[in-house]
């Protein structure tokens, strides 16, 4: 096996709102520290999503010493400013996907922020530490735990993967329309495909499942343009059972703190090499 790195993290603090890249972060239980901590709903509970609303792309999410910053990369809207532990204390039940789970409700003055940004009634919701989502029970090990992620707690791509997808596209994408926390360099395309189990830096992980694609992978992220691209292409040699996949979903198995540049060392893979 080659040498391995990482090269990049990412966290979405807010859930199908625009990424965060660092260079270093700590891995929770739920997987990144701030990762998917927050999500937008409607009026009855359910997730919103750029897979319905090509437009959540265009909300930026930055992180300060105080809290979140959310601004838009088009309109001219006096940008939103979440303290941390803003919220009202008031529970929710929201769902996503098949989940129905407990979140505390931010603010009104969010709610308005994120409704006129939208254009389109929006709920700001937080989870906290006492709400515990549990991972799929048929991939889980330990009844481990996700934020608002779709379902695992963290997702890996290699770089040379992208690379190898952009060779056949006529118009390469960039990294961020797959939304990976953890991208790394120094292996073959697609050789996450055969990870279980591996290490970076202090914190091992265990590749469970890998990740398939929808169509929120056709929008872009710097106009909320939503297109044909990449997931046409990808479904023409990347399709298996009817699913198309692109990267790794992980677990941690233990907690610690990872940054750019740590080797990436791989333990087991599903095929000896």
């Known amino acids: 096996m080659e040498d391995l790195f990482l090269q990049d993290i990412y966290i979405y603090p807010i859930k199908s709102l625009g990424g965060i890249s660092l260079t270093q972060a700590e891995v929770l239980p739920t997987g990144l520290q701030y990762?998917?901590?927050?999500?937008?709903?409607?009026?009855?509970?359910?997730?919103?999503?750029?897979?319905?609303?090509?437009?959540?792309?265009?909300l930026q999410?930055?992180?300060?010493?105080?809290?979140?910053?959310?601004?838009?990369?088009?309109r001219k809207l006096q940008p939103l400013t979440l303290p941390f532990d803003k919220h009202t204390g008031k529970e929710v039940t929201v769902k996503i996907w098949d989940d129905v789970c407990t979140a505390?409700?931010?603010?009104?003055?969010?709610?308005?922020?994120?409704?006129?940004?939208?254009?389109?009634?929006?709920?700001?919701?937080?989870?906290?530490?006492t709400t515990r989502r549990l991972v799929d029970n048929h991939y889980a090990s330990n009844n481990e735990i996700v934020s608002?992620?779709?379902?695992?707690?963290?997702?890996?791509?290699?770089?040379?993967s992208l690379?190898?997808?952009?060779?056949?596209?006529?118009?390469?994408?960039?990294?961020?329309?797959?939304?990976?926390?953890?991208?790394?360099?120094?292996?073959?395309?697609?050789?996450?495909?055969?990870?279980?189990?591996?290490?970076?830096?202090?914190?091992?992980?265990?590749?469970?499942?890998?990740?398939?694609r929808c169509v929120l992978t056709t929008?872009?992220?710097?106009?909320?343009?939503k297109g044909q691209e990449p997931l046409k292409?990808?479904?023409s040699f990347r399709t298996f059972n009817n699913k198309i996949l692109f990267g790794q979903n992980l677990l941690p198995r233990n907690l610690?703190?990872?940054?750019?540049?740590?080797?990436?060392?791989?333990?087991s893979t599903s095929i000896e090499t």
């Open 35 to 58: 990762d998917r901590r927050w999500m937008l709903t409607d009026e009855k509970g359910n997730f919103l999503s750029q897979r319905a609303f090509a437009e959540m792309a265009m």
């Open 104 to 129: 505390l409700e931010v603010g009104m003055d969010a709610n308005r922020w994120f409704s006129e940004a939208l254009g389109m009634t929006a709920r700001l919701v937080y989870m906290p530490d």
């Open 233 to 235: 292409t990808l479904a």
């Open 219 to 225: 929008v872009n992220q710097e106009d909320g343009v």
């Open 256 to 267: 610690g703190l990872i940054k750019t540049g740590d080797n990436v060392e791989i333990l």
């Open 148 to 160: 608002f992620a779709d379902a695992y707690p963290l997702l890996m791509i290699g770089q040379s």
């Open 61 to 74: 999410v930055s992180i300060t010493s105080d809290g979140l910053l959310v601004s838009h990369k088009k």
């Open 163 to 212: 690379d190898d997808l952009n060779k056949r596209l006529e118009i390469p994408v960039l990294m961020n329309r797959f939304r990976p926390n953890l991208v790394f360099c120094g292996a073959q395309p697609y050789a996450e495909d055969l990870f279980k189990e591996f290490r970076v830096g202090e914190v091992a992980f265990a590749a469970v499942k890998p990740c398939a």
